[in-house]
């Protein structure tokens, strides 16, 4: 292993999510297999699976994984991740984690913690008086049983010092990312975002439920297609007139009945998923920003700018230079 190499530690145990587990492994491994900086990337990272014993252990799923070693003999780690899963909640499992970690973290750079892996960090008192998040149904549990952190439910990830947290399971994805680009850099974060089909690697106080799925989660009558709809057409006309007459209701009353439901205007849903969209298309090599503008629906390049900046706090073209790589062809603004 090269003198430079971070070793990155995952926790395993009987009855965890394996997607918690695999899924940060794949980011590392990613970013230490390819070639982004002209030069062998390789060796950047270099990931071990760290069992309580020496045996296999079995996901949720039924996948058994084999660990590199157990919790007795973990060598020296630059970053630790905590999955979550059932298992993490059985007592024997809590304490013989949460035991490890008391003595272990305060040696390790960063910790993150996957999904309902906070469980594990939270009985050592180190994050007492932090920000944390977790799953979304897990969250009022978790506050109630650890009183001393501020849980915000709603957060995809979230850094407080040294310790990380992240919300649903695929967010673990997303906060490997993050502490990649911390290393590397946000170009290589988007590499490995791009080479795990990941779109775009979304930002820490990005809600867990987008707003479309947001829009269906809550909507269980007419409401519940037209999001279909509008995220099919947003160069169409979005009114509420044209909105009100696919949802087969007046305009008035659907105006109502959708702040009622939604706690916003149809206007500024429409207009959130515009921006959320437009996002995603800054990042495709080729593209204009007046193209964006016009794919999404904005009557102006000039409106858009503006709103864009509002929303994200940065402007369209800074913000597609920053994610996009520097050998993307045929980028303007």
Known sequence: MSK????????????????DVVGPI?????????????????????????????????????????PDCRLSDAPA?????????WGLRVPSTNAAVSTWLRSRAPRIRRVACVCTGV????????LNRRRVTTHWRFAEDLGKQFPQLTVDANALFVKDGRFYTSGG???????????????????????VARELVVFLKRPGG?????????????????????????????????SIPVLADRARLSPR??????????????????????????????????????????????????????????RFGVAPKNYRERFLTSSSPGVSS
């Open 4 to 19: 430079g190499t971070k070793r990155i530690g995952v926790l395993g145990f009987n009855g965890v999510n394996a997607v």
């Open 26 to 66: 794949e980011v590392f491994a990613s970013a230490g297999r390819a070639d982004f900086t002209r030069g062998d990337s390789k060796g950047l990272y270099r990931t071990h699976l760290i069992g309580l014993t020496d045996d296999p252990f079995t996901a949720e799923s039924g996948v058994r994984f084999l």
């Open 77 to 85: 780690l630059d970053t630790l991740i905590v999955p979550g899963g």
């Open 119 to 126: 469980y594990g960090l939270a009985p050592t008192g180190l």
């Open 169 to 191: 399971i695929t967010a673990g994805i997303d906060l490997a990312l993050a502490l990649v680009e911390e290393d590397l850099g946000p170009r290589v974060a988007l590499t």
């Open 206 to 238: 990005q809600e867990q439920f987008s707003e479309p799925l947001r829009f269906q989660v809550h909507s269980a009558d007419r409401f519940a297609d037209l999001i279909a709809w509008i995220s099919a057409h947003l160069g169409r006309n979005l």
């Open 253 to 310: 009353h659907f105006s109502r009945r959708f702040h009622e439901t939604f706690g916003c205007t149809p206007a500024q849903f429409v207009d959130n998923l515009r921006l959320t969209e437009a996002r995603e298309r800054l990042t495709t090599p080729g593209r204009t920003i007046d193209s964006v503008a016009a794919s999404v629906g904005f009557a102006s390049a000039d409106v858009f700018r503006r709103r864009f900046r509002k």
